[in-house]
């Protein structure tokens, strides 16, 4: 009697420990769900629904290299409309407008949308494709700042008058008679 009281207690605690291991999967398991709303909810958090829809048709539609052109986003009915007058350049503004918060918001599902010189859009498949892209966009951008450079260097000197001109020439004392009257001018102006 004694070996059979011995096995219940084995039994009772091996019942109990299956208990305390389902027990401790539940917790785990609800623990994974519970992370998984979390993580669905701050990648989802700033994007509208258009905006979801568009990134789910870029990527059940994906196709290696291949560019959505405008009018092939606009035709699918998530949202977007073809603007047709001939007499603006941007066919969409509301998929280029959303194109730009997608990427801009952190954590908006962790895709990048590269643009194409017409407009087309498509998922950036790799850190190179991303570089080139980059590239292109930043060309632009250099040239604008090149020319607000220059602009601010010719509103600086705007009022001084050079010793030397432009090929590094002193001047000659024709070119100082029109330094002598922008000097008389600007000293009767104050």
């Known amino acids: 009697m004694v070996d059979q009281l011995d096995l219940f207690q084995t039994a009772n605690c091996d019942f109990e420990e299956e208990q305390r291991?389902?027990?401790?999967?539940?917790?785990?398991?609800?623990?994974i769900e519970q992370l998984r709303q979390e993580r669905q909810e701050?990648?989802?958090?700033?994007l509208t629904p258009r905006q979801h829809r568009l990134i789910d048709y870029l990527k059940?539609?994906?196709?290696?290299?291949?560019?959505?052109?405008?009018?092939?986003?606009c035709s699918t009915n998530l949202g977007y409309?073809?603007?047709k007058n001939p007499k603006i350049h941007d066919k969409c503004v509301?998929?280029?407008?959303?194109?730009?918060?997608?990427?801009?918001?952190?954590?908006?599902r962790y895709s990048i949308i590269v643009k194409d010189k017409k407009g087309g859009?498509?998922?950036?498949?790799?850190k190179e494709e991303?570089?080139?892209?980059?590239?292109?966009?930043?060309?632009?951008?250099?040239?604008?700042?090149?020319?607000l450079n220059n602009l601010e260097y010719k509103a600086n000197q705007d009022g001084t008058v050079p010793c030397v001109n432009l090929n590094d020439r002193a001047l000659t004392p024709e070119e100082m008679k029109v330094v002598e009257v922008y000097k008389k001018w600007t000293y009767q102006q104050l």
Do not use: H
């Not at 291991?21 to 623990?31: D, F, G, H, P, V």
């Not at 701050?42 to 700033?46: A, G, M």
């Not at 859009?121 to 790799?126: A, G, N």
């Open 21 to 31: 291991i389902k027990e401790k999967q539940k917790n785990i398991a609800l623990r």
């Open 81 to 83: 409309e073809l603007n």
């Open 94 to 108: 509301a998929l280029g407008n959303d194109i730009r918060k997608m990427n801009w918001v952190i954590g908006s």
């Open 42 to 46: 701050f990648l989802t958090k700033n």
């Open 121 to 126: 859009c498509k998922l950036c498949e790799s």
């Open 130 to 147: 991303f570089e080139d892209w980059k590239q292109s966009e930043l060309i632009p951008l250099e040239r604008k700042w090149k020319y």
């Open 60 to 73: 059940d539609n994906f196709q290696s290299g291949k560019y959505f052109s405008i009018e092939e986003i």
